[in-house]
């Protein structure tokens, strides 16, 4: 598909990424639960441009070029995880902030994937984006259930399996610390679906390599990592763990060298195409996932701190090719000299 | 109405009791629309370590100067920063954010109560019911000097009833005595509610003193909305960070509330 941008903007690098059979018009995306479906940033993009609140900002044509269709400007969405039930979530403190970095301890707290198909994805079906439905469960075959109810849709474009998040009992990290897991989880979605399968890694294991070899042989496309890195805060008053659960996820530019380094890794023990995600915040932090070997991005914290985050990062990453002279991402992805 | 980023300037930023300070924001957007009881979250600048933003109660807003005001108690790291702020000082925040309050215009004669800095979001609300009913405030501190009082438009100050009497009527508890009532806020709201005939509760301060509060009316039979604080990240309703547990599931005290209704409320 060839935007509005490419007639705007004469030398534009060419930013189109695929995924396996994931075509993304550039490699951003979002790292799922720091954005639900979108709906909240997509209003207060629209929002904040009607109102003229913010210094006229270069990326304001990155929204308006997406014609009352925000998201669109983004590469894929990548969903809040969906689960086959609906998930309460986590009683207790859910949050908490670290030196450049965030706790949290959400626990996936979603309506279930019926609740999810009539509503978050029936909107997203008119936003004129890639979807990226992320999906968890506590064992094997829910996730498999949870991709066969998402098989009647049309919308979603490629599933991430969440097997990596710290902040459930049972499954999810279980899943993405143990080989054996990891690959037969991988290979029951794969029977499920023939659309593009993404596996999220966890950087709480001893050799991610290994976990990614698993998730290769499992029939998975592409790999995404990081997901959080398992910490904990104590209340001292209280002498207490902060969160009920002790542990919780760290994100946010606290964890960029780990994740860098992680896709470093694995990028050179895999085929795979690899999102990078940990604590992106700037363009340039964009380019060193590239380089690192990621073809594709997600920004997570960053959201909170910079609701206005996507739109800038896309409009700083082609300032940044243009002034590099970059004319094709893929000038880019793996390009460490 | 959508929040938006708006870009905002301190004014001024001063300390008005022990611990606590008013920053005045040149805010010009948001102080048209925002209503009583919501919120805005702020983003403090050079505060870079810290990667959240910081949600606050609006205490006052003039539309046509383009101002919001913020009451706020320097409690944490965040808070100190703020109160460092020098006149000039540019930002951003989010807003407006939140459900606010939801009193209604036939509200007769409501009952506010607020403990210590929860006087925050009564301010905007005190002024929106003194133009048609009358309003009780109950406020409450360790000692006289940590009273923040109302700031009220002077057409809403001076209004009266019909026979003449004021429509505001305030009563100050204080842990030590030093003014007012000597006691808690708490100890005044059940006396109050069974002498007189009040159609509307509204308070906020530390959540056990707003249980109690809340208990007190709804044995009364009164309407009580109550505005909870949570920790909070994305301000938006995105993130699920700052669930309240409420009869009808969970919620969201950014979007759903901040202000619940108390017989919704799981405490």
Known sequence: MVSALTHTHKREAQLAVTLGALAMKNPLTVASGTFAAGREYAELWRETLKQGAIEQQEFSQEILDTKDKPLSLLGAVTTKGVSLKPWPGNPGVRVAETASGLLNSIGLQNPGVEAFCSGDLLWLASQEVPVIVNVSGHAANEYHAVIARLEQESTPSAYELNISCPNVDCGNMSFGTNPRDAERVTRVCREATVRPLIVKLTPNVTDITEIARACEAGGADALSLINTVAGMAIDVRGRKPVFDRVVAGLSGPAIKPIALYAVHRVSGAVSLPLIGMGGIATAEDVVEFLLAGATAVAVGTQNFRDPLAIPRLLKDLKVWCHTQGVTDIHELIGGLR | ?267
């Open chain 2, 1 to 267: 109405m959508a929040p938006f980023l708006e870009a905002v300037v301190v004014r001024k930023n001063d300390e008005i009791a022990p611990d606590i300070s008013c920053v005045l924001l040149e805010a010009p957007r948001v102080a048209q629309c925002l209503e009583p009881g919501q919120f805005v979250h702020l983003l403090l600048p050079t505060f870079d370590a810290h990667i959240l933003r910081r949600p606050f109660s609006v205490f006052a807003t003039d539309a046509a100067g383009g101002l919001i005001e913020i009451v706020y108690q320097r409690l944490g790291e965040g808070t100190r920063f703020l109160a460092e702020l020098q006149r000039g000082a540019s930002l951003d925040l989010i807003g407006p954010l939140g459900q606010g309050w939801r009193a209604g215009a036939n509200t007769r004669n409501a009952l506010l109560v607020a403990g210590g800095i929860g006087i925050a979001p009564l301010n905007m609300l005190a002024a929106q019911l003194l133009t048609s009913a009358r309003v009780c405030l109950i406020t409450g501190a360790q000692s006289a000097e940590r009273i923040v009082s109302l700031r009220l438009p002077s057409s809403v100050a001076s209004a009266t009833t019909k026979t003449g009497e004021s429509r505001l009527t305030v009563i100050t508890t204080t842990d030590d005595g030093s003014t007012g009532i000597k006691g808690l806020v708490t100890d005044v709201t059940g006396e109050l509610l069974a002498q007189q005939d009040f159609d509307y509760l509204a308070t906020c301060g530390p959540e056990p003193m707003q249980r109690i509060v809340a208990a007190h009316a709804l044995a009364a039979g009164v309407t009580c909305e109550v505005s909870l604080e949570r920790r909070m990240a994305c301000g938006i309703g995105a993130c699920l960070s700052c669930a309240v547990l409420t009869r009808d599931g969970t919620r969201r005290a950014c979007v759903d509330g901040p202000v619940f209704n108390a017989e919704e409320v799981l405490w």
